[in-house]
């Protein structure tokens, strides 16, 4: 899952925001229909559209007069489906078209982005056995979630329609295809 926050306004409270999720539909999917999930209060029940044949997800929400919160503030929490493949990085980029205020003036926008690489657990820019190391470890609660790429570990080995979880399966994965068990997307060979 993948956290969208406003950060630093100028010490201005944030009321509403309109914001719209790019990336490239080869590498990265929003989960449909439950992708774009609540952020902190007074955020908590977003509008959105995923479009993902054209890669586009847009989303805002309007919290109401008196709900006006300080920065920095978790909007929305995105998750992600990785369909790419072990050797492409793919980047999901979040433009906030608008950020507004308690008296709804427009306060500016901000942009940020995060790169994915299917497998790549350890977050190197590159999948190779270490990412099965890490993966493991994380698994036996050897490291933290904060030592790996949670959702590069998780897009291994897709878990069904409620999104990817991190399992030993995709730790396995990795080892085959490192081994040339697998292809760069993880199917049997």
């Known amino acids: ?4 926050s406003i950060g630093d306004t100028g010490g201005t409270d944030v009321r509403a925001y309109e914001a719209i999720a790019t990336y490239n539909n080869a590498g990265i999917e929003i989960l449909d229909p439950d992708g774009v999930r609540d952020g902190d209060s007074p955020f908590d029940n977003p509008d959105s559209t995923i479009d993902n044949a054209s890669g586009n997800t847009d989303f805002d929400q309007d919290a109401g007069a008196g709900n006006e919160t300080p920065p920095p503030i978790a909007v929305v929490r995105l998750v992600p489906i990785l369909v790419g493949n072990a050797t492409t990085q793919y980047t999901l980029n979040i433009d906030f078209d608008h950020i ?6 427009d306060i500016g926008w901000g942009a940020n982005s995060t790169t994915f690489l299917r497998g790549d657990v350890q977050g190197d820019g590159d999948v190779d056995v270490f990412d099965r190391m890490f993966g493991s470890q994380y698994l036996a609660a050897l490291r933290t979630i904060d030592q790996i790429n ?11 329609a409620s999104g990817d979880r991190m399992s030993v399966f995709d730790c396995m994965f990795i080892s085959q295809y490192k081994a040339a068990i ?5 199917n049997l060979l």
């Open 150 to 160: 949670p959702v590069n570990m998780a897009g291994v080995r897709h878990d069904g």
């Open 182 to 186: 697998r292809d760069a997307y993880y």
């Open 1 to 4: 899952m993948v956290k969208v």
């Open 100 to 105: 507004y205020d308690a008296s709804l003036s």
